[in-house]
T-cell receptor, first 114, second 116 residues
């Protein structure tokens, strides 16, 4: 049972375009929604995160849009660059015994064509 | 910089072998995690620990156990490796939730395990 559903599985975007990755969740107890970026041969690294009390967060070219009523959130990468080519994971967390336990989406392999 | 180090990057083991995956973090984090990553499935939590000698099952604990004898070290144990445990294993760590230093989870670079 996948608690966080991510789409698409793969995405190809031209340089300078907008990349959009979507996620949906079911558990209303989730209170933290990060996006992780993973390059080949590396572990995932935090890219940007949002809490459910705001509808949007922007950091540079990366924006999270959050729709609490629809239980959906998305990552937008503006002016996409070849260096953005990576696998992106959305995630959501609950707290269990003091640990920020993350549940991940299936991942999106993003390719930016030069 | 936070450093989560997984000692073995690539391992090949035989079916039935006992396998140890070791992880060390240098940021005095309370929480440590083991995930496995498979194509199309994302990252799935195997076990986590919020304190020394404490452990909690994640979503897919079957066939695995863990050990945390020291705060900085978290080991994943495959008691009897099977081919369906061929995967990439990721260790991670974080501060206690609510810690003012933030609740980012930091990952190691992964251990690729092949069971033949």
């Amino acid at each position: 049972q996948q608690q966080v559903k991510q789409s698409p599985q793969s995405l190809i975007v031209q340089k300078g375009g907008i990349s959009i990755i979507n996620c949906a969740y079911e558990n209303t107890a989730f209170d933290y929604f990060p996006w992780y970026q993973q390059f080949p041969g590396k572990g995932p690294a935090l890219l940007i995160a949002i809490r459910p009390d705001v509808s949007e967060k922007k950091e540079g070219r990366f924006t999270i849009s959050f729709n609490k009523s629809a239980k959906q959130f998305s990552l937008h990468i503006m002016d996409s660059q070849p260096g953005d080519s990576a696998t992106y994971f959305c995630a959501a967390s609950t707290t269990a015994q003091g640990a920020q336990k993350l549940v991940f989406g299936q991942g999106t392999r993003l390719t930016i064509n030069p | 910089d936070v450093k989560v180090t997984q000692s073995s990057r690539y391992l090949v083991k035989r079916t039935g072998e006992k396998v140890f995956l070791e992880c060390v973090q240098d940021m005095d984090h309370e929480n440590m995690f083991w995930y496995r990553q498979d194509p199309g499935l994302g990252l799935r939590l195997i076990y986590f620990s919020y304190d020394v000698k404490m452990k909690e099952k994640g979503d897919i604990p079957e066939g695995y156990s863990v050990s945390r004898e020291k705060k900085e070290r978290f080991s994943l144990i495959l008691e009897s490796a099977s081919t369906n445990q061929t995967s990439m294993y990721l260790c991670a760590s974080s501060f206690f939730k609510g810690d003012r230093r933030g609740n980012t989870i930091y990952f190691g670079e992964g251990s690729w395990l092949t069971v033949v």
